[in-house]
């Protein structure tokens, strides 16, 4: 399999017969035995990355890591599939549950740190690396299960209304925004909107589009190079003050605080259990 996610900017991508254009917050996953093709426009700018692997234990699963890290790596985007027997299936998980072709995340910042965990990791390549980028990727794996068991409920209802309002904020969270012009994907009445959104999430949509934001801001925090003023900039926020005081009263550390503590976590060793 390979899970395609888009950070920022657009791309495209054509998966047997089927073309999308892929949007910030955007999966794709790519089953197994699957013509693909991927590109980005010419005038477009952005960030996506990709990760491939196998859902399941495999007994070659040595020959394929070996695989894609050597020259021969390029003859899968020939006409031909060079080593068909190492082919994978598609799977059906219990229940019949299939993974879909392409998910909009409702949080596409919890996402998207689970990639940047694992392209560290791989980066890296540190004590535990393979065991590091294993428990990113079952969060990302759960964050996928989670977002389809929701996917139905946001059609009908006032579901789909909260999701029109969380996918505007997902699609604008790095520039000045007013609560009217968040609500304006949703067609009602701006005061009407807000409302609901309080009603069914427990938040007023400023605390929603702020604790957004910091989700965000956590990811690019790892970026050790980038400053807290970028950051802040970067996400919206319309100071480094107002920023800081965002995180504080939500996380209860300074940004430079909490980016000691992410980049602690990165780097910890799991302990020895003492199970054999």
């Known amino acids: 399999h390979q899970f395609f996610f888009c950070f920022k900017g657009t791309a495209n991508i054509i998966m047997g017969k089927r073309y999308y254009k892929i949007n910030p917050g955007q999966l794709v996953i790519i089953p197994p ?28 699963r040595e020959w394929v890591s070996e695989f894609y890290k050597g020259p021969d790596y390029v003859r899968l985007f020939g006409p031909e599939i060079p080593a068909p027997q190492h082919v994978r299936e ?3 998980f219990e229940g019949g549950y299939r993974l879909p072709d392409t998910l ?4 596409p910042a919890d996402m998207e740190y689970q990639f940047r ?14 065991l590091t980028a294993r428990i990113h990727f079952m969060e990302l794996f759960t964050l996928i299960l989670n977002e389809t068991r929701r996917a139905p409920a946001r059609e009908t209802g006032h579901s789909h209304v909260i999701h029109q309002i969380q996918t505007a904020v997902a699609q604008n969270y790095y520039r000045k925004l007013s609560v009217a012009e968040i609500c304006a994907s949703t067609g009602l009445n701006t005061e009407y909107a807000s409302k609901l959104f309080k009603q069914e999430t427990g938040q007023r949509l400023v605390e929603y589009v702020n604790c957004y934001r910091l989700k965000k801001a956590k990811s690019l925090l790892l970026e050790s190079d980038l400053t807290v003023a970028d950051i802040a900039e ?3 926020f319309s100071s480094e003050n107002y920023f800081c005081s965002v995180m504080r009263k939500y996380e209860g550390k300074t940004p430079e ?3 000691t503590s992410l980049m602690s976590l990165m780097h910890q060793e799991p302990e020895p259990s003492g199970i054999d």
């Not at 005038?43 to 196998?54: A, I, K, R, S, T």
């Not at 392209?119 to 540190?126: P, V």
Request: hydrophobic share 35%; charged share 25%; glycine share 6%.
């Open 117 to 130: 965990a694992i392209q560290k990791a791989y980066d890296q390549q540190g004590p535990y690396w393979h």
């Open 104 to 107: 909009l995340l409702e949080s």
């Open 234 to 236: 970067m996400v919206g």
């Open 90 to 92: 598609n799977p059906v």
């Open 257 to 259: 605080a909490l980016r």
């Open 33 to 60: 035995d699957t013509p693909h093709r991927f590109w980005v426009d010419d005038d477009e700018q952005g960030e996506l990355c990709w990760v491939h692997c196998d859902l399941f234990y495999y007994p070659d």
